[in-house]
């Protein structure tokens, strides 16, 4: 297995998109926290826990993270750079972002709060997501299982888990309405167009035969393939 976030090629780059798309990401849960119209459910599960115990949304964001994180082991999934950080940074620009805004206000406003909130979480993802420094723990999971049981689907089992933290963050007393069912429909499209646009191109190099593979392209990870292979 190559390591993950490779950092030999365009490190600059690659680490600004990495942290820039992570601080995003947690100001985009801020403010659909302050929507009050319902959070994408592993939100929904973090509020629910953060009302219970009494500990802030990011230090539960954190917590969960890390724990995630540690089912990675009998999964063999290594974590990269961008994995690591997506567990502390996020969770506390969330906390900070909340403790700027104030929440209430009137409903075109909390309207306006969710879809900037979504729209941004779309592009945080790309940013992040395409530094190629590691997958955040929550996607991490769900990849990882897929790979060690290859006949299931990815689409199945991310259903299955979202579905799952989804419930137990509403029983335990998550906000669930409009915004998560938003969420819901926006963010794969979101995802789908952000994420090409912020990749970061692959490292073309000499292949080792030219003369029967033609030039190689290295991707961040330290994966090489023929050009043709690559288009």
């Known amino acids: 297995m190559a390591a993950i976030g490779n950092l030999r090629y365009r490190p600059a780059r690659r680490l600004t998109q990495l942290y820039v798309g992570l601080a995003l990401y947690g100001v985009s849960m801020a403010l659909m926290i302050r929507s009050g119209l319902g959070l994408d459910p592993w939100d929904v599960f973090h509020q629910g826990l953060s009302r219970q115990t009494g500990l802030s949304f990011g230090t539960v964001t954190i917590a969960v993270g890390a724990v995630v994180l540690l089912l990675w082991i009998p999964l063999r999934q290594r974590p990269g750079l961008g994995t690591i950080s997506n567990v502390v940074v996020i969770g506390l620009v969330v906390d900070a972002t909340l403790a700027l805004l104030p929440a209430g206000g009137p409903v075109p406003l909390r309207i306006a709060l969710l879809v900037v909130g979504i729209v941004a979480n779309g592009a945080a993802t790309g940013l992040y997501i395409g530094a190629h420094l590691g997958p955040g ?83 961040p990870t330290g994966t090489a393939r023929p050009a043709s292979e690559a288009a």
């Open 137 to 219: 723990p929550r996607d991490g999971l769900m990849t990882g299982y897929v790979a060690r049981r290859p006949g299931r689907s990815i689409r199945l089992v991310r259903t299955v888990i979202e579905v799952t933290v989804l419930a137990l963050g509403w029983l335990l007393g998550g906000t669930v309405g409009a915004g998560t069912v938003a969420y819901a429909l926006a963010i794969g499209p979101l995802a789908q167009f952000f994420i090409p646009l912020f990749a970061v191109a692959p490292q073309p190099v000499a292949s080792e035969s030219p003369a029967t593979a033609g030039p190689a392209v290295v991707h």
